[in-house]
């Protein structure tokens, strides 16, 4: 039969539960895979659950042997063989071998291979290692070259310095090839100089940079005084209708000169800033020491060069050109050569009685101009009555020496002033102390050209007129300071200052101005120009009962040296008022020069000589 | 002018005794204080600043003309000046206060 048979432990279920549906889900998930596996996370330090379990299950693995025929694997394999890789390569190849002959195209696919042959029936191979030499480190190190740090700019003046001395040090070799014989001793000994002056103490080289400091320091302390020395003018000058003042400036004064007075002045031509200040006395029982000062207006505090002499200094003269040659006359008669170049207390030279010194005071001094063979002269007067002319005379050893010349005859009287015309060379006055003027000229030794009765008492000064080359002027004990014209025999203008004069000096740069001191004290200062009659200044400049004795004009600037009998010498400046030119007349051109200078003073003394008398005061 | 050191002695002896002057020094060409009135760490200071600015003061006139050379040099400064004059191997710096 072909009847349900129906198993005997078959379920037995209701009609419902038949037909009862059961979801039966296929998936691919691995039955026999685990579920849950867990694995230790070290970073967690936990155990924790596997999130997917691997659900493959494997059936059946047969490994194969065929290799695709890119990969590295079959192209190994075909290397090692020595199949070629391609087939148009082949191709290629065995065309070329068709060109050639046989046994070429076996040596050219020989040589492809490049395989090294090997005889597989008599060939071994042996290596053997040998010794490795043993390695061994040596080191030697040397002490380094002394090193030192060079660093320089390379400036324009340190080029320009490098070729100066290169030069310098040529020449010195040249002038050594020159004296290389005769002097070698002098060589010797100048060696030895130059060895001292290396070991002499560093506080020497100072020496130069310490005078500018001093200077500087000192410009500083008397600041005032030295922009009023610049810029200063005396405004009220205008509102003081002629008259001017003297305004005080520096104050030169000197510890070991204090009991001495200022016997003379002299300003420097060439360093207008520089003046030489005779130190001695006009008294008869107070004769002692003397000194000659020279001091610069940069530093008022201290001299610049100081010489202490035996005897007092009466006069002095500094020469025009070589401006460190100053004569010196003294209160011994002698006179004195000092040279300001060479170091050294002593003068150059000095006369004494065999060299024809004078036997009274020598009252002045005054270089003249070098004569035919080039030395230098100067004329000098005394008080025993002779006018003598001095000149240096190299002699041969080198060394200088006076010869005497005496120009005038001891005349009777003694003379106490000289002066020499700027311009004529051959003129000059002498004042005597009877209170006579004589005029005389250098070529007539034994005559006077003129003589002129001047005053009552000695005369102290003889001065020319910078200017107009016929007027000269005089001043004297008598009170009285007194212009001459020398043509005429009588003065042209008579001044009394009501105290004996000390001295006088006209201005650098007026014809008509003038300046006189006074034992009172006083300064008087005249411009004919302005007024003929009286002084436009009379200023007291210092304390009383104190002398006045010399006067000096600063060649450049507007300022007066006076030195009175204490030893102090004043700077005074002078006002507008007292340095006048005169006006300019609209449109015209004012004329400059000497000439206008001559021109006024001519004027002035055209006016005189028409009237016969002489203006009074 | 005598070289000789009484002079210079007597001539810095009187730079001290002017007015305001507050301090003298001398210093070498390596900028190395050789004398001094100031004290010690003072004068190190100012010679190695003043050094400096001497050479260039210097350097700057002769870069200028190479013929000329620097001759003193002042500072003024409110309260004070400072003074310097170089020489070939020194130079002097002389401190004063002129208003004292």
Not at chain 2, 2 to 9: D, L
Not at chain 2, 19 to 39: C, F, Y
């Amino acid at each position: 039969g072909k009847t349900m048979v129906k198993p005997p432990d078959q379920l037995d279920l209701s009609e419902a539960e038949l037909k009862e549906e059961f979801t039966r889900i296929l998936t691919a998930n691995n039955p026999h895979a685990p579920q849950n596996i867990v694995r230790y996370s070290f970073k967690e330090r936990s155990y924790k659950q596997i999130s997917s379990v691997d659900q493959l299950a494997i059936h059946f693995v047969l490994e194969g042997n065929l290799l695709h025929k890119d990969s590295d694997e079959a192209r190994r394999q075909r290397a090692r063989d020595g199949i070629p890789e391609d087939g148009a390569e082949d191709a290629g190849d065995t065309e070329e071998g068709a060109g050639e002959e046989r046994p070429d195209s076996l040596e050219i696919s020989l040589g492809k291979k490049e395989r090294k042959l090997t005889n597989q029936f008599n060939f071994s191979e042996r290596a053997s290692q040998t010794m490795n030499n043993p390695m061994r480190e040596r080191e030697c190190q040397t002490e380094p070259p002394p090193r030192g740090k060079f660093s320089a700019t390379a400036n324009q003046w340190e080029i320009y310095d490098a070729y100066v001395e290169e030069r310098r040090k040529q020449e010195k070799v040249k002038e050594k090839q020159k004296v290389l014989s005769s002097k070698k001793e002098e060589d010797k000994g100048k060696k030895k100089l130059q060895l001292v002056e290396n070991q002499s103490d560093d506080i020497t080289k100072v020496a130069k940079v310490a005078k500018i400091i001093e200077r500087m320091v000192t410009q500083n302390t008397f600041d005032d005084i030295a922009q009023d020395f610049k810029y200063f003018e005396d405004a009220s000058d205008e509102f003081r209708d002629q008259e001017g003042t003297l305004l005080p400036l520096w104050k030169f004064q000197h510890d070991k000169a204090k009991r001495l007075s200022v016997t003379a002045l002299c300003w420097n031509q060439k360093y207008k800033d520089l003046f030489a200040v005779g130190l001695g006395s006009y008294e008869f029982t107070r004769q002692g020491q003397g000194m000659l000062l020279f001091y610069s207006l940069k530093n008022a505090t201290f001299p610049e060069y100081i010489f202490s002499t035996m005897s007092g200094v009466m006069c002095l003269d500094i020469h025009k050109q070589l401006s460190y040659l100053v004569a010196v006359g003294f209160y011994d008669g002698c006179v004195a050569i000092y040279n300001l170049k060479e170091q050294g207390p002593q003068p150059v030279y000095r006369s004494t009685a065999r060299s024809g010194k004078h036997t009274d005071p020598v009252w002045q001094v005054k270089w003249q101009k070098d004569d035919t063979d080039n030395n230098h002269n100067f004329f000098s007067v005394s008080s025993d009555g002779r006018v003598v002319s001095w000149t240096l005379v190299k002699v041969l050893g080198g060394t200088l020496r006076l010869s005497l010349d005496l120009y005038l005859k001891p005349f009777l009287s003694c003379g106490t002033s000289l002066d020499f015309h700027k311009q004529i060379d051959y003129l000059f006055l002498v004042g005597t102390e009877e209170g006579k003027i004589h005029k005389c000229s250098k070529s007539y030794s034994s005559q006077f050209l003129e003589t002129y009765v001047a005053h009552n008492m000695a005369v102290d000064a003889v001065k020319w007129n910078h200017f107009h080359p016929k007027v000269f002027m005089s001043c004297s004990s008598d009170w009285t300071v007194k212009i001459w014209d020398h043509t005429i025999k009588s003065p042209v203008f008579t001044f009394d200052l009501n105290a004996a004069v000390g001295d006088v000096a006209w201005s650098p740069y007026s014809a008509t101005v003038f300046a006189a001191v006074t034992t009172d004290g006083k300064v008087h200062v005249f411009d004919l120009h302005i007024n003929k009659y009286e002084a436009i200044c009379q200023q007291a400049v210092v304390a009383k009962k104190t002398k006045l004795t010399h006067i000096e004009f600063n060649p450049a600037y507007p300022i007066i040296i006076v030195g009175d009998d204490r030893g102090y010498v004043t700077s005074l400046k002078l006002s507008p008022n007292l340095r006048k030119k005169p006006k300019e007349k609209k449109g015209q051109e004012l004329p400059k020069g000497p000439e206008v200078e001559v021109a006024k003073m001519e004027k002035l003394l055209s006016l005189l000589r028409e009237p016969e008398t002489v203006p009074q005061d | 002018m005598f070289c000789v050191k009484a002079e210079v002695e007597e001539t810095l002896k009187r730079i001290q005794s002017q007015k305001g002057v507050q301090a003298i020094i001398i210093v070498n060409a390596e900028g190395i204080p050789v004398k001094t009135t100031l004290d010690n760490s003072s004068t190190v200071q100012y010679a190695g600043l003043i050094h400096q600015l001497v050479m260039k003061a210097r350097s700057t006139v002769r870069d200028i003309d190479p013929q000329n050379d620097l001759t003193f040099l002042r500072v003024r400064s409110k309260k004070n000046e400072i003074m310097i004059a170089p020489d070939k191997d020194y130079f002097l710096i002389v401190i004063q206060n002129p208003t004292e």
